[in-house]
């Protein structure tokens, strides 16, 4: 099993938001809202199988699901952010620096 660091950065708003890895649900939070001087909300982490994953995030409150596809390959950071209407993330291999 990998490690993956979820953080959900820019704009929530008291949201609920859930994520799925192969179907399975490994995370479900309620209230998220981003803290403007950081650009983070919250982060949490999650064991996923090594190699290719599907990853389904869905935010209800806003009506917004995606599915991204990611190799996970060790110690993993997804970045998840709502702008323009749209989920948006960035996988990185290195944490993300926040203020």
Do not use: C, W
Request: hydrophobic share 35%.
């Amino acid at each position: 099993m990998s490690k993956l660091r979820v953080d959900l950065q820019e704009g929530f708003t008291d949201d609920e938001v859930y994520l799925h890895v192969n179907g399975v649900p490994s995370l479900r939070k309620q209230g998220v809202t981003t803290k403007r001087f950081l650009g983070l909300a919250t982060s949490s982490e999650i064991e996923v199988p090594e190699g290719t994953v599907n990853i389904e995030i869905k935010i209800p409150t806003k009506n917004l699901a995606k599915t991204i596809s990611l190799n996970a390959s060790g110690s993993d950071y997804l970045g998840v952010s709502v702008g323009d209407g749209k989920i948006q993330h960035i996988v990185s291999q290195k944490p993300f620096g926040y203020a």
